[in-house]
């Protein structure tokens, strides 16, 4: 199985997926009641194959800024069709509302391409070698100290949870640690693990208990989709990339008190077999085209789906709909 043949099926997956958040399966299939449930399983094999092929692009990438900036430039351009179709908190779609409360709220939760990105960027920060003497500079080192004296200063334990209070404790004495093997020069190599390690941890309280300054911004799969990427990029064989996805679903569906917690773990588990399948091989000359559909099949079903969201609801909505932005 080929990377092309990976993207394939996770975009497939991703389509039915989304096709039954919205509901679409009371409108195509009204006497099959268990069709939401198999379709949301099956969508689960789509985030771990693509966590997977962001790790092969970061491997064979000549250019990552400019990789970083299209996955950045999609992720904006298909923020409001995910607005619209997939944000649930803001939006009704298929059998509620289909306009947005507020429309300011519709980056609220953004959709899975930054996830994406800010993944991409946490490998560059954690696997190029350029950036080694930031890691190893005293200046990162009072930095981190920085961050664990305001996130313990912004601490409120009445009201965060153990795994907020845990990520505090984590950065400070990570901080710490980093500050001391700086002074004493001894253990560099610890010295910089124990760097990227606070450093992560910091990127974890950003989203969990300030994210994005305070704006209540979510990310799609929030920090456990950002881990998969990290714990891909040290999975070398086709075996451990395998198990990370299969550890990765349990503790996260688990975790996350998911709904369906069987069918998600099946649904990963297919991804795991995908994975096993993947014979290394990535398509030595694409097609330049091929490419940018790949990148515009996200926006667009989003796009499409929202139509038919609009359609099954009939005349009266659409009418709304014209009046609503006119």
């Not at 989304?18 to 099959?32: Q, S």
């Not at 908190?89 to 391409?113: D, H, K, M, Q, T």
């Not at 000359?285 to 990148?295: S, V």
């Amino acid at each position: 199985m080929t990377e092309l043949m990976l993207k394939l099926a996770a975009f497939l997956a991703m389509v039915i997926d989304h096709a039954a958040a919205c509901r679409l399966d009371r409108v195509f299939f009204p006497a099959f009641s268990k069709v939401y449930m198999i379709s949301r399983a099956i969508g689960r094999m789509a985030f771990p194959i693509y966590a997977f092929c962001l790790v092969e692009g970061f491997r064979h990438s000549h250019d990552l800024r400019r990789y970083g900036g299209r996955l950045l430039l999609l992720g904006v351009i298909s923020q409001l069709p995910y607005a619209f179709t997939l944000n649930r908190g803001y939006l009704e779609p298929a059998f509620g509302e289909v306009f947005p409360i507020n429309p300011s709220r519709a980056f609220r939760s953004l959709n899975v391409l930054f996830t994406l990105f800010i993944g991409l960027v946490l490998l560059v920060f954690f696997r190029k070698k350029p950036l080694a003497r930031v890691i190893q500079s005293k200046g990162l080192a009072v930095l981190l100290l920085a961050c664990g004296g305001f996130a313990v200063y912004t601490a409120e334990p009445e009201f965060d949870s153990r795994f907020r209070r845990l990520c505090t404790v984590l950065l400070l004495a990570s901080a710490i640690a980093v500050a001391l093997l700086h002074v004493w020069r001894k253990h560099l190599a610890l010295r910089d693990w124990l760097a990227r390690f606070a450093v992560l941890v910091f990127a974890v309280l950003l989203f969990e208990r300030y994210p994005l300054a305070h704006l209540r911004c979510n990310i799609d799969y929030g920090v456990w989709g950002i881990l998969l990427i990290l714990c891909l990029s040290y999975a070398e064989s086709r075996w451990s990339r395998a198990l990370v996805v299969l550890l990765w679903g349990a503790l996260f569906y688990f975790l996350a008190r998911y709904a369906g917690f069987g069918g998600s773990i099946c649904g990963t588990a297919a991804a795991a077999l995908l994975l096993l399948l993947y014979n290394g091989e990535r398509s030595r000359k694409p097609h330049p085209k091929l490419n940018k559909a790949f990148y515009a099949a996200y926006p667009l079903h989003l796009a499409v789906i929202w139509a038919m969201v609009i359609a099954a609801k009939g005349p009266l909505t659409q009418l709304k709909l014209l009046k609503y932005y006119l």
